[in-house]
């Protein structure tokens, strides 16, 4: 088995610490964890006891409404508390609302595990905060020179160019959608921005938590039907019914070069790092030792060969 210094260990449910007897992000439920972000393959659901932020905490709720029988512990930023003799700090990840990126210290060791991240601004959440380490355990979701991610600002006003004509932008319910609710509402603003239905519990846990995501509406198909200045933001799945529907023109937002689902362009926003910002990411937080998890790590583990810091891939 792989570990960190024999500090967290890589196992088949996830990264374990022994010294504080706890997961971080597992595949499954276990009896104590520490959730980084309420995204699906980090906050796996009903684990005994679960450590993250308040709005981790939210966003969880909502998701898994009455399935969830775990016991949450609310952590703030930048606020420490130990399990055993494991110092543990939360510091926000810019990924999405309440993303945090986990400082672990042990024996004046430190250990901080990324969780996703970004450094591209998004006023949708909480921005990166860059923490020193020893050992960085980082994602690698775009960890290839080839992925450098447009700003995102430029992007949503090329909708601006399609008049006459309705829009529906595929986004996923938690995260992207408020992101690009936000920058519709703010660059788009001739355009009505209308909302889908299993997105709007989202957005109001982001408007309870403080961010203002602008003028947005919920959907309503008469409304949708008489105008044609619209930008529909809706789940995937919905979006992929539309596919063969011309009326329409369709965007899906995505960090990758190819849309996963039949679009008419690309809305290409990211909330991953990309290659240039994950070396930043490097150069802010001055790891000795990086070991990558989510994605390819190949890349970076070349680009530091013979370079003063080491580069183990995890997964
Ligand atoms: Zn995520
Ligand atoms: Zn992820």
């Known amino acids: 088995m792989k570990t960190i210094n024999n500090f967290l260990s890589y196992t088949s449910t996830g990264l374990y610490c022994a010294a504080g007897d706890f997961y971080v992000d597992p595949r499954k439920a276990v009896n104590k964890t520490l ?4 995204h699906g393959d980090h906050a796996t659901p009903n684990s005994g006891t679960i450590y993250c932020t308040p709005s981790t905490k939210q966003i969880m709720g909502r998701r ?16 420490s508390f130990q399990l055993n ?18 400082m672990m210290e042990h024996e004046g060791i430190r250990y901080l595990y990324t969780g996703d991240f970004k450094l591209q601004y998004d006023h949708s959440c909480e921005a990166i905060e ?3 380490t020893d050992y960085l355990i980082t994602e690698t979701t775009f960890a290839h020179p080839d992925h450098q991610h447009p700003d995102p600002q430029n992007e949503i006003e090329k909708l601006n160019e399609i008049t006459g004509q309705n829009i529906l932008i595929g986004a996923y319910s938690i ?12 660059h788009c603003s001739k355009k009505r921005v209308l909302i889908h239905n299993e997105i709007i519990r989202f957005h ?12 947005w509406e919920s959907y309503r198909l008469q409304e949708f039907k008489a105008e044609d200045n619209c930008i529909y933001v809706m789940p995937p799945i919905w ?9 329409v023109y369709k965007v899906f937002a995505t960090g990758w070069k190819k849309s996963f689902y039949r679009s008419d362009s690309l809305l290409h926003i990211s909330d991953h790092a990309d290659w240039n910002d994950l070396l930043k990411m490097i150069e802010h937080t001055k790891p000795k030792y990086i070991f990558t998890l989510h994605g390819d790590g190949t890349h970076l583990k070349n680009y530091f060969e013979g370079k003063e810091i080491d580069v183990t891939i995890l997964n």
């Open 35 to 38: 959730i980084s972000h309420a």
């Open 64 to 79: 898994y409404k009455n399935y969830l029988r775990s016991k949450f512990i609310e952590i703030n930023y930048r606020e």
């Open 85 to 102: 003799d494991v110092k543990i700090t939360f510091y926000p990840a810019g990924h999405m609302l309440g993303s945090a990126q986990i």
């Open 130 to 132: 860059f923490v020193e």
């Open 175 to 186: 995260g992207k959608a408020q992101r690009v609710t936000k920058l519709a509402t703010a």
């Open 204 to 215: 109001e846990v982001y408007e309870q938590a403080g961010v203002n995501l602008g003028n």
């Open 239 to 247: 979006f992929n019914r539309f596919s063969k529907n011309n009326k």
